[in-house]
């Protein structure tokens, strides 16, 4: 298989608090890879530093092959300017939309193509009516985000993100800010993307999406990888207390028989 993503020894502190100790991850083409872990167990600075919205304190990480920064006497450094580059390549999607109130939905899925690709607004518009099309929002392309749902706001922002053509999708728990009726039509959205051979690195609380599409699952804590397997295995028969007690804290999650 093909490698997308690779992390040798990430490490992340926060002044003198640890919160990344040491994590190795490869991530291949078309995989889905599914992070799980209490609160304040790294998931989310894990994928920040991926994108590098937040900058590692040591490690590497690699995209397509190609080292992102440059070595220098043992420590990494980078430039804005790559930095800006990458992250057109690294499609993220936040628990909340950040949608742009006063731009219409295709406008907001027109906007990062214009600025930061230099897309034609004619090329941009058919690739975000494309990309509204892709998650079912196709009508409403002309209303603005006070008028949408939750779901269909978090929609728009998946579609934004895949407007830009990105080599992989990072989902940072998004359907942990929506009501539970309309959580399902965003995983249906997601589940969609696996599918189709979209590469994704995903932070969620949702165990069935993790069991039924997921490749892969990790189970992170206190800033390290402690598990990782296939979810029919790694659901169903963790092998250490600490995921038998976080799998038992989810008592509405009935695996499959």
Not at 69 to 95: D, H, P
Not at 167 to 183: G, I, K, N, R
């Amino acid at each position: 298989m093909t490698e997308i993503v690779r992390i040798e020894n990430l490490h992340k502190s926060f002044d003198n608090l640890e919160v990344l100790k040491g994590i190795d991850l490869t991530v291949n083409s078309g995989e889905t890879v599914v992070l799980l872990g209490s609160s304040g167990s790294g998931k989310s600075t894990m994928l920040r530093c991926v994108n590098f919205m937040e900058i590692p304190t040591s490690g590497k990480i690699y995209l397509n092959g190609d080292l992102v920064g440059n070595e220098r006497s043992g420590k990494m450094t980078y430039r804005e300017s790559e930095l800006c580059a990458l992250r057109s390549r690294i499609g993220m999607v936040f628990q909340h939309f950040n949608l742009f109130p006063h731009m219409t939905v295709i406008e907001n899925v027109m906007e990062g193509q214009v600025i930061v690709l230099g897309r034609s607004k004619s090329e941009a518009r058919e690739k975000a009516m494309a990309q509204l099309e892709r998650v079912g929002l196709a009508e409403k392309a002309e209303e603005y985000p006070a008028r949408l749902s939750g779901g269909q706001k978090q929609r728009v922002a998946i579609a934004r993100a895949l407007a830009m053509d990105p080599e992989v999708m990072l989902f940072d728990e998004v359907t942990s800010a929506l009501d539970p009726e309309l959580v399902g039509e965003v995983l249906k959205s997601m589940r969609q993307l696996a599918e189709e051979g979209m590469t994704m690195l995903c932070v969620t609380h949702e165990l069935g999406f993790a069991y039924h599409v997921a490749n892969r699952v990790l189970f992170l804590n206190d800033g390290a990888i402690l598990e990782e397997g296939e979810p029919q295995k790694i659901l169903k028969t963790p092998k250490t207390d600490r995921m038998r007690e976080f799998l038992e804290g989810h008592s509405l999650f009935k695996l499959p028989d």
